[in-house]
């Protein structure tokens, strides 16, 4: 099936470069292009992209918050890419439901392998800014935040699918760990999403990693 991607750059000549390296790629479409977050909101709404790469800096709409209303909307996904590895941009794209974040000086092979992931619902996080976050949770002082109420009402199995989202596993690797189809991984999947009334996996990621909820084995 074809990956539809949207991309969103206020800068044409970037846009233009990132469009060319996707849609040279196999089973990747590139169906649109905005200079805004309000451009790239109605062109989703339109052409109901499977991906959206989203610049974090734009005029008008940011991307911060033209990822949070496409998430809110159920759009698309949402791949950041910017050239700030900043980690307020860090932590606010990812808690608007970002599926990944990348910097632009990602080689052309790592970002079709990333649009491809996150096309199938696995989430992707540059290598740098993975430490970082790893890093940031190990170093808090005060302690994991209030647990969120679906939390107790996750089944063993979703607790466990929980502990290899804060892992880092996909779902392959997931379905490999528990010895489930990986079908059957993306159902667990979506389903620990629903109750913890999480956006994307990658929140799912920090909320077992901050209340210390390890993958079986």
Do not use: W
Request: glycine share 10%; hydrophobic share 50%; charged share 25%.
């Amino acid at each position: 099936m074809t990956i539809r991607v949207l991309v969103a750059d206020d800068h044409g000549a970037i846009r233009a470069g990132l469009a060319l390296i996707l849609g040279n790629a196999e089973g990747i479409e590139v169906v649109g292009e905005a200079a805004d977050g309000e451009v790239a909101l109605r062109q989703a709404r339109a052409l109901r992209p499977d991906v959206v790469l989203m610049d974090v800096r734009m005029p008008g709409t940011d991307g911060i918050t033209a990822t949070r209303r496409l998430i809110a909307e159920g759009l698309a996904e949402v791949l950041v890419l910017t050239t700030f590895d900043l980690d307020e941009y860090v932590h606010a794209a990812l808690r608007a439901g970002a599926a990944g974040f990348l910097l632009k000086s990602v080689e052309a092979p790592r970002l079709i392998e990333a649009v491809r992931l996150v096309a199938a619902g696995e989430g992707v996080l540059a290598p740098q800014v993975t430490k970082r976050l790893i890093a940031a949770f190990a170093s808090t002082p005060a302690g994991p935040s209030p647990a969120p109420a679906g939390l107790a009402d996750l089944t063993e199995r979703e607790r466990e699918v929980l502990g290899c989202l804060g892992a880092g596993l996909s779902n392959a690797e997931i379905g490999t760990r528990l010895r489930i189809g990986e079908a059957t991984v993306k159902t667990h999947v979506s389903r620990v999403l629903a109750k913890l009334s999480l956006r994307s996996r990658v929140q799912a990621a920090i909320l077992a990693q901050d209340h210390g909820i390890e993958p079986p084995g």
